[in-house]
């Protein structure tokens, strides 16, 4: 009889019931009797773990009766319907190869572990439960967004990393250098004094991209259509459980489109990707409400299944008034002029409209230049699309499309136009209306599983002091 290599999503989905199957992975547990041995395996395909019945008439029984958790193997023997509970179904072993062992001093016991100890064993910990689930869903998603932008018909663009600009003016950036910053005596210098980049590689000041979004809209004024999905760095010193120095985004830009078409795009991905994760991650979901979030699923088709409500700032910060004339107690003023922070933001997703929000026309004050400015001359066309939970998970804007208004922007908060001359050229040169938003992936991640810490989201996290 032929023998089938599947993995252990197969094997459950398929469930090839009386046929000779090689099931491989890691071992979870051994349970030894006398007569036979129960051995859990999990190759990282499913949260289901399979059990192996080995008998110890087996060649190597006794090899594999002391493996410890941990130890890799490879099981041909025949799928039959389980008589256990838990699983439908079950191998009984034929065959069993060890492809690697484990000593006792391996750091994942069957004992659970907190999350900050796996924190620094990042190359162990996809072999969890937990983190298993994690990633199986954090691939999902990226399936779903590569999915949804094209069935929209835009094109997948694959931003720079490697940059002149800084596309967000707030300075916090990491340099790209071949010049030798150890010896600062030996950097080669101008006539002022200061360090001479016109010797380094790429001739210029360079730093790595804290957004793909201003080639994006090249792309889009050409294309109709773009979206980026790549990683950004950012050298903010913000050592905090939401923030990352590397991670990525999903940054769509559309020529044609006003504010309200972006928010309906954003509307329509976020639920594209809710409705991705209900329908193919139940197992995982399932899991990670058990022990993380208890409402994870319930919060997440609340979301799907909503009708998202709009209003402009200026209406939020007259809600929130109200609120705190009326008892609400907010740690951040809620002024107009003022940022709506995460607590504002879950107020009016949890508390006032128990609805995801859409927030538009913020104060220009502490808004990207970009920005297209409205006819009142305080706020600018940008929008965050706020969740339960979280708070903002979206944010995006009309882009300012006038040249003039963009050169005064610039000027109001000191960006040089040096080394955006292309980037206004895009407006003396067949200007047209545009707009785009961007969503942290890491973010959506975390909102997507319950994880209260974004290190737990990213396969490898880069943050300040930490680089494992």
């Given amino acids: 009889m032929s023998v089938k290599k599947l993995t252990l999503k197969k094997i459950f989905t398929q469930e090839p019931v009386g046929e000779i199957v090689l099931a491989q992975g890691w071992i979870r547990s051994v349970r ?15 949260q289901n773990n399979l059990q192996v019945i080995v008998n110890n008439n087996l060649e190597n029984y006794e090899d594999i009766s002391k493996l410890l958790t941990g130890a890799c193997v490879g099981i041909t023997g025949k799928l039959v319907a389980s008589q256990g509970k838990g699983q439908s ?21 069957k004992k659970g572990t907190t999350l900050e100890f796996l924190r ?22 990226a399936q779903a967004t590569h999915r949804f932008f094209s069935g929209e018909g835009y094109y997948y663009l694959n931003s720079p990393l490697i940059t002149a600009n800084d596309g967000e003016g707030a300075g916090e950036m990491f340099n790209v250098t071949t010049l ?48 980026t999905f790549g990683p950004t760095f950012r050298a903010e010193n913000s050592n905090t459980p939401r923030h990352l120095s590397e991670f990525w985004m999903v940054e769509p830009e559309v020529a044609f489109f006003d504010l309200e078409d972006t928010a309906d795009l954003a509307t329509r991905y976020l639920k594209h990707m809710i409705g991705e994760v209900l329908n193919n991650c139940r197992d995982d979901l399932e899991f990670l409400q058990k022990f993380y979030k208890k409402d994870l699923i319930e919060t997440l088709e609340h979301v799907h299944q909503a009708e998202f409500k709009r209003i402009t700032y200026t209406e939020a910060i007259d809600i929130l008034q109200k609120a ?55 706020t600018v066309r940008a929008m965050d699309i706020l969740v339960p939970g979280v708070g903002e998970i979206i944010g995006g804007s009309q882009r300012e499309d006038d040249y003039q208004k963009l050169i005064s ?15 206004l050229n895009l407006r003396r040169f067949g200007s047209a209306p545009h707009s785009g938003f961007g969503l942290g992936f890491e973010r959506a991640v975390m909102y997507m599983t319950g994880m209260t810490n974004i290190r737990d989201v ?11």
């Fill in 32 to 46: 030894n009797s006398k007569e036979f041995s129960f051995v859990v395996i999990n190759d990282g395909t499913t």
């Fill in 89 to 109: 179904v079950e191998l009984h072993a034929e065959k069993a190869v060890i492809y690697g062992g484990v000593p006792e001093d391996y750091p994942l016991q």
């Fill in 120 to 141: 620094d064993i990042p190359h162990l910990r996809p072999r969890t439960n937990t983190f298993g689930a994690v990633f199986r869903i954090r691939h999902q998603l």
């Fill in 180 to 227: 030798n910053i150890s010896k600062p005596d030996l950097l080669p210098k101008t006539k002022e004094g200061k360090t001479d980049f016109a010797k380094d590689f790429f001739g210029a000041p360079v730093n790595l991209t804290v957004t793909g979004q201003l080639e994006g809209e090249a792309f889009a004024m050409a294309l109709g259509g773009i979206y």
């Fill in 324 to 378: 705190k004339e009326a008892g609400e107690q907010f740690q951040f003023p809620c002024d107009w002029g003022s940022d709506l922070q995460t607590e504002h933001e879950r107020f009016l997703t949890e508390k006032h409209f128990n609805l995801p929000v859409i927030v538009t026309d913020y104060p220009k004050s502490f808004k990207a230049f970009y920005m297209k400015q409205n006819a009142d001359g305080k």
């Fill in 409 to 423: 922007a610039m000027k109001e908060k000191n960006i040089p136009e040096e080394g955006l001359e292309w980037y």
């Fill in 458 to 468: 990213i396969p490898f996290p880069r943050t300040p002091n930490n680089c494992k």
